[in-house]
Every structure is written in structure tokens, then in C-alpha cells.
């Protein structure tokens, strides 16, 4: 190190090498550059080559996988193989892209492989009723503990039965199809369902609108004479549009309420137009209650269009039906048509 200095400061040998040094620096620098252009030119020209193939070839083998399995592991082992025709040489530097590309490939046949498979389990099922369920079944909730399956229903969700209770994907159901049995009665709203009114009422308030439950829980008992009472009053045909047979009605779950404006008695369509009413619609999935009986849905829920009465579901569950738009019964593939 001394030396070097030394040499630098006074001798010419030194200026000497210094001036090499520059021009081997110098030489060394066009290099790099040249180098550096020259991976440019066809670092950047390749990708779109190899993603434009990839891209199709995956989307190709995406819908038309008609095979239930096994086209997964082959569509994604193709996909690379149909672009093989073109020259090797793409392969050696562009590594990466296509590496990501058939990453993307192997989501998306994993995606349809999926699919096939639901869908294939469902039409098994539905050909060989009654044997044991596949794992694959839906559930909105969860399987319910101590449940047998009896079916699956249009949209693959579980049909479970337990003490004489229908659940679909895990969701008590009781609908003109699916009845409670007489003896089931919870007493009252269940404490879940109560506990969520009650923060619902309360949010209600702090967004200044003002509801009551008008009519929560009603035994077999009862919903037997309401119907029987509507029969003699207003006949066969309007009783059924309006009042559920006994073991028919939601309010027997303990999970269904009508709510009304406080201070008002008188319940009907124009409830959809109150503050109160809107801003059910609005929030109740946000605690875990649907919208049970929508506008136009009469021939899907077998009931008119009823914008007070609300049914418990959970929160998660409640935000999945809402989202989608749908009836309960529209969301599971089930149906509401009194058995003959
Ligand atoms: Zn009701």
C-alpha cells in the first residue's frame, strides 16, 4: 500500500500505469454497456411471446375440461407442451415469465377441477340418493351436530335432518316444503336472535329510526289458530297467500320476527317506504337477519311480499345471502310448495 502511494506521487511509471488503468476502466465500461443492450433487446422481446401463448393454451383448457378429474394435472402439463413446437432457445433465458405463467395456469385448472368436482358429486348424489355424504357437500353455516343427511339440494347444499328439523346447508328451514313438527317450541325468540335485535334496534336508534317487534315467536298452537282464523275470514285462497299452516311458519323457529314502526300496529307493503323499513333492508344482514320474503318472489317463497318480516341466520351467512340478491330459497336450490 505505502509502495503504491509512493509511486503514484512521484514517478512516471506511476502516471504510467494510472493511464492504463483509465483505459482498461474505460473499455470495461463500453462492455457492460453493450451487454447490457444486447440482454435488453431480447430480454424484453420474449415474455409477450411466451405469455401470449401461455395465456391462450390456459384459457383453452379452462371451460372445456369435461373430464371430472385428473384433466387438471394434464391441462396444466400441457399447457407448456402445445407451445413446445416453437424454438427451444425462448426457453433458456426467459425463464421467469413462463415460470409465473404456468403458476397462473395451475390456479386456474385447480379453479375448474373444483367446480367439476362439486358438480360431479352433486349429480352422484342425485342418482344414488340416500348413500353417504361426500365431503364436498355446502354448507351456508355448518354441518349440525347429531344431523343425518337425507339429500342434497338443486345448488349442493346438505339437506340434514334432526328431531324432525330440516337444515339446509346448516340453516334451519321452515317453509311450505319443510315444516317444524308440532311439539318444537323454543318458548320464545332464541337468546342469539334476541341479543341481535337488540343491537340492531339500538343502532336503529343511534341512526334515528325506531322499530319494534311486532311479532316474534308463535307456537303451533297459535299459528294454527291464526291460520284457521284467516281461512274464516277472508277463504282458502287468501289465507294461503297470507298465512302459513301450522308447522309452516317461520315464527315457530324462534328465529323470525315482523317488525313495525314503534307506535304503529298496521303492517303492510308501504313499510318498504318508511325510514324504518329502508334502513332494515339496508342493515339487517349486518346483524345477522335476511329479508325473508322479497318483492316479485312469490312463486319462490310461496309467500307475498312481506318487507317486515326479518329471519335470523347468523352475521356471516346473513352477508352471503345479501350479497347475492337472492331468496333463502333461490340461494340453497330448494323449494316451497306445500307437500300434496
Ligand atoms: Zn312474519
Known amino acids: 500500500m505505502e509502495r503504491n502511494r509512493r509511486f503514484r506521487r512521484g514517478d512516471n511509471p506511476g502516471d504510467r500505469l494510472l493511464a492504463v488503468l483509465a483505459v482498461i476502466l474505460a473499455v470495461a465500461v ?11 433487446r431480447f430480454g424484453t422481446k420474449r415474455p409477450p411471446e411466451n405469455t401470449g401463448t401461455a395465456e391462450v393454451s390456459a384459457t383453452e383448457a379452462g371451460p372445456e375440461t369435461d373430464e371430472p378429474s385428473g384433466t387438471a394435472g394434464e391441462s396444466d402439463v400441457s399447457a407448456p407442451d402445445s407451445t413446445a413446437e416453437e424454438p427451444s432457445s425462448a426457453e433458456v433465458t426467459t425463464a421467469d415469465p413462463t415460470e409465473k405463467q404456468t403458476t397462473e395456469a395451475v390456479t386456474t385448472a385447480a379453479e375448474t377441477k373444483d367446480e367439476t368436482t362439486k358438480a360431479a358429486v352433486t349429480t352422484a348424489e342425485e342418482t344414488s340418493a340416500g348413500t353417504e355424504a361426500p ?12 344431523a343425518v343427511l337425507v339429500g342434497v339440494s338443486d345448488n349442493g347444499f346438505a339437506i340434514e335432518e334432526k328431531d324432525g328439523i330440516t337444515y339446509v346447508g346448516g340453516v334451519l328451514i321452515a317453509n ?4 317444524l313438527p308440532a311439539n318444537y317450541d323454543p318458548g320464545d325468540l332464541t337468546e342469539e336472535a334476541r341479543a341481535a335485535f337488540n343491537a340492531m334496534q339500538e343502532a336503529g336508534r343511534q341512526a334515528g329510526v325506531y322499530f319494534k317487534i311486532q311479532s316474534g315467536y308463535r307456537d303451533y298452537a297459535l ?3 291464526l291460520y284457521e282464523n284467516y281461512v274464516y275470514w277472508y277463504g282458502y285462497a287468501y289465507a294461503e297467500e297470507y298465512s302459513a299452516h301450522p308447522g309452516h ?3 315457530q323457529s324462534g328465529l323470525a320476527m315482523d317488525i ?10 308501504t313499510f318498504e317506504n318508511t325510514a324504518e323499513g329502508k334502513w332494515l333492508a339496508e342493515h339487517c344482514h349486518e346483524y345477522g337477519y335476511i329479508l325473508r320474503y322479497m318483492k316479485g318472489k312469490t312463486g319462490v317463497t310461496g309467500y307475498i311480499y312481506e318487507p317486515w318480516h326479518f329471519r335470523y341466520i347468523g352475521v356471516e351467512a346473513a ?3 345479501a350479497e347475492s340478491g337472492l331468496t ?3 340461494y340453497f336450490g330448494i323449494t316451497s310448495v306445500y307437500p300434496e
Open 328 to 330: 333463502l330459497e333461490e
Open 260 to 269: 313495525n314502526q314503534d307506535g304503529t300496529w298496521t303492517l303492510d307493503e
Open 319 to 321: 352477508k352471503k345471502v
Open 30 to 40: 463500453i462492455v457492460i454497456l453493450v451487454l447490457m443492450m444486447v440482454e435488453n
Open 135 to 146: 365431503p364436498t357437500l355446502r354448507y351456508l353455516t355448518s354441518p349440525v351436530e347429531g
Open 176 to 179: 311450505k316444503t319443510y315444516s
Open 249 to 251: 311458519s317461520e315464527h
Open 223 to 225: 299459528q294454527k289458530s
